[in-house]
């Protein structure tokens, strides 16, 4: 007989059982529209009463991160009134995280306090963000978001109050945490390079130098009720640009009083233009008008420069200097008034003149 060849085996190999894919879920966000067809104001602050800082248009949405009993919302830039919003999806919206009117420690997340001499409070997680307001050392603020910054590194958004509240993101090499707070990830950086400042080499012009051993208050306008932008340090010298007869002294980044300040060489500093008190039109060199819909004031000639003010189309400005800017076009260094003064630089690109303005300096 002939023996039949076994038969083939057909491995049966076992079905592997898909692993499921995660799916990130999203974080919902609460989302600010203007409720109308108008541009609506985005302030510095809860309220009417800070400066405008940005403008929230028509169409146009922005996450919410801030609630106050109050009824001002935070969208990141600043403040809106929710009266003139509209927010989506309402769900999420009002589970947004709410500040007591008056009480800033509704809704914190944690506290930190100010490590370095001098502290920024910046509009966004971003080193590179406009400055809202400058903060000593030693100084507790109540945290209400945490995020990881354009720098990579740890950033909170906080508030600390003087006169008034202020409110704005600071980054984690700038303070200790004195109530822990949520972990955000990773390792931080070294701090960015400090840039090396400057020394202006125009023609002969008057400096100002603090008369003490203190630092000096350089504020947003020529008055002690504007916000803190910068300080003048002792032995450090700043180009004097704009004098007013009640004793206020420009310096480019803002105003200090004459009162803690030496002006030299006197030559120098008798040619600098004068504004007599109450009114921006003595030493004015010429008139322009903002011919956007929307134009910057900035604290220097150059459109990296930080944003003092937003000026509406058809507004006049009494101008006091002439420069030519980091961009290579004409500056105005100017003035226009509302409820208050409001100072700072604008581009020719944005602006014509209704007098004719001298050359560049």
Known sequence: WTASPPPTLTPVLPTATPTPTATATPVPVCYIGVAGDQALNIRYGPGVGFAVADRLMPGERRPALLYTES?????????????????????????????????????????????????????????????????????????????????????????????????????????????????????????????????????????????????????????????????????????????TESGWVYLNEGWVDDAYIQLEPGDACGEVPRISAGSSTAGEVCTIQATETYSDLRTGPDPAANRLYLVGGGTYLSVFRVKTGADGQRWYYGATQDAEWHFGWMPAAHAAEQSACPPPE
């Open 71 to 243: 009824g001002w919302i935070n969208v990141g830039a600043g403040w809106v009134d929710d009266e003139y919003v509209e927010q989506t999806p309402a769900s999420v919206c009002a589970a947004l995280p709410r500040i007591a009117a008056g009480n800033s420690t509704a809704a914190q997340l944690c506290t930190i306090q100010t490590t370095a001499t001098y502290s920024d409070l910046r509009m966004e997680p971003d080193p590179a963000a406009n400055r809202l307001y400058l903060v000593d050392q030693g100084v507790m603020l109540t945290v209400f978001r945490v995020e990881r910054g354009a720098d990579g590194q740890r950033w909170y958004y906080g508030a600390t109050q003087d006169a008034e509240w202020h409110f704005g993101w600071m980054p984690a090499n700038q303070v200790q945490e004195r109530i822990p707070c949520p972990s955000s990830g990773s390792e931080l950086p070294p701090p960015p390079p400090t840039a090396t400042p400057v020394t202006p080499t125009e023609r002969p012009a008057c400096y100002a130098s603090v008369t003490g051993n203190a630092s000096l208050n350089i504020r947003y306008g020529p008055g002690v009720g504007f916000a803190v932008a910068d300080r003048l340090m002792p032995g450090e010298q700043r180009l004097a640009m704009l004098y």
